[in-house]
């Protein structure tokens, strides 16, 4: 991931609409700005897509027929509002107020040693914020970081598999600051999925993740479930599709 100057304010702009409250006539538009969840982008064939908000609930869009992010497979931050006939249960329609992808990547193989990951994928401090959109679920670990950005300088952020040949399930997050290690402190958003990393794929993993805080080497265990065979399928989609486009004519 490479995260610039710009990235931080869209960050920063995200966590001030969920801090900050409104006090005039302007509530619902307030509203509006904020996310109203942390969902996973799934295109499906031939055009359309779904969003999956958990384990168990599918969203479907009707006001929009394709992904914003093409093919993609993307964690995204959306603010939705669930239609009056909305299918309810597992499917939901829902009308889409604003989607905005968060950066996906997938995880890179270790070099073989901490020294060599060191070198080639960063070892500059990097924090993880506890909050709502730090997550592991739907086979990803969706994270929001904090460090300190100089300016216009790229930080590159990688999740490292690999790491223990005596667990498969352990990974280190680096962080390569290229440099830029003065500055202010700000937040970003990244995403790592780990759907298909395995040649058989639980349904269930519990994985650990190591980073360098400004404080030190940290560590924390996550419960991660992957992403269910049994989502909404590609037929689902399009009969959904059919019955919103027969409602609103």
């Keep these: 991931m490479r995260?610039?100057?710009?990235?931080?304010?869209?960050?920063?702009?995200?966590?001030?609409?969920?801090?900050?409250?409104?006090?005039?006539d302007n509530d619902n538009n307030e509203m509006l700005q904020r996310p109203t969840a942390l969902v996973t982008v799934y295109p499906t064939a031939p055009e359309?897509?779904?969003?999956?908000?958990?384990?168990?609930?599918?969203?479907?869009?009707?006001?929009?027929?394709?992904?914003p992010f093409g093919d993609k497979?993307?964690?995204a931050l959306v603010n939705y509002t669930i239609e009056e006939r909305s299918y309810g249960g597992n499917q939901q329609s829902v009308y889409v107020n604003w989607i905005d992808s968060i950066r996906t990547k997938q995880p890179v193989m270790t070099q073989g040693s901490e020294e060599k990951d060191a070198k080639a994928f960063g070892n500059d401090p990097i924090e993880i914020v506890r909050d709502w959109v730090s997550v592991a679920e739907d086979?990803?670990?969706?994270?929001?970081?904090?460090?300190?950005?100089?300016?216009?300088?790229?930080?590159i952020i990688n999740l490292v598999s690999g790491v223990?040949?005596?667990?498969v399930y352990e990974f280190d997050l680096r962080h390569n600051a290229q440099g830029d290690i003065r500055g202010r402190i700000g937040d970003a958003l990244i995403a790592f999925n780990l759907n298909s990393l395995w040649k058989e794929q639980p349904e269930k993993v519990k994985i650990k993740l190591n980073w360098l805080s400004f404080s030190g080497k940290k560590s924390v265990e996550?419960?991660?479930?992957m992403h269910?065979?049994?989502?909404?399928?590609?037929?689902?989609?399009?009969?959904?599709?059919?019955h919103i486009e027969s409602i609103v004519r």
């Design 3 to 24: 995260i610039t100057k710009k990235t931080i304010l869209a960050i920063g702009l995200i966590a001030s609409s969920l801090t900050l409250n409104s006090c005039d």
């Design 48 to 67: 359309g897509f779904f969003m999956q908000l958990d384990e168990s609930t599918s969203l479907v869009p009707t006001n929009m027929k394709t992904s």
């Design 73 to 75: 497979k993307v964690r």
């Design 139 to 155: 086979g990803y670990v969706t994270l929001r970081i904090r460090t300190l950005w100089g300016g216009s300088t790229k930080h």
């Design 164 to 167: 223990n040949k005596d667990n």
């Design 222 to 225: 996550l419960s991660l479930k």
């Design 228 to 242: 269910p065979n049994s989502s909404i399928s590609n037929t689902d989609v399009q009969l959904i599709s059919h």
